[in-house]
């Protein structure tokens, strides 16, 4: 069974940084693409960012394109997101997920628990 772990959420102030992992189990990870969503309170959840199973191609939401570092070590299955420059806007729960094929155009269809991200201003 695939479970997906996230760490590393927490209260920052704005303008600082966190990072996240994600820990990956029951799959071989190198075949598959990630992802890391949010969602904040009343909002749809949306993708910040995106890997593909290789590591060698990436895509970045736009509100977070030059802030945000998506990046993987397929050799200790896990993912992390390096957030810079936060702003209080992305206040929100962070969601890591599975593609179900190694592009950037999978479909995500396994998540983690989610971990909170507070940006105070």
């Known amino acids: 069974q695939v479970q997906l772990v996230e760490s590393g959420g927490g209260l920052v102030q704005a303008g600082g940084s966190v990072r996240l992992s994600c820990v990956v189990s029951?799959?071989?990870?190198?075949?598959?693409?990630m992802g890391w969503f949010r969602q904040a309170p009343g909002k749809e959840r949306e993708l910040v960012a995106a890997?593909?199973?290789?590591?060698?191609?990436?895509e970045y939401a736009p509100f977070v394109k030059d802030r945000f570092t998506i990046s993987r070590d397929n050799a200790r299955s896990i993912m992390d997101l390096e957030m810079n420059s936060l702003k209080p806007d992305d206040t929100a729960v962070y969601y890591c997920?599975?593609?179900?094929?190694?592009?950037?155009?999978?479909?995500?269809?396994?998540w983690g628990q989610g971990t909170q991200v507070t940006v105070s201003s």
């Open positions: 890997i593909s199973g290789s590591g060698f191609s990436t």
């Open positions: 029951g799959r071989t990870f190198s075949l598959y693409a």
């Open positions: 997920a599975a593609g179900n094929e190694r592009s950037l155009n999978a479909k995500y269809t396994t």
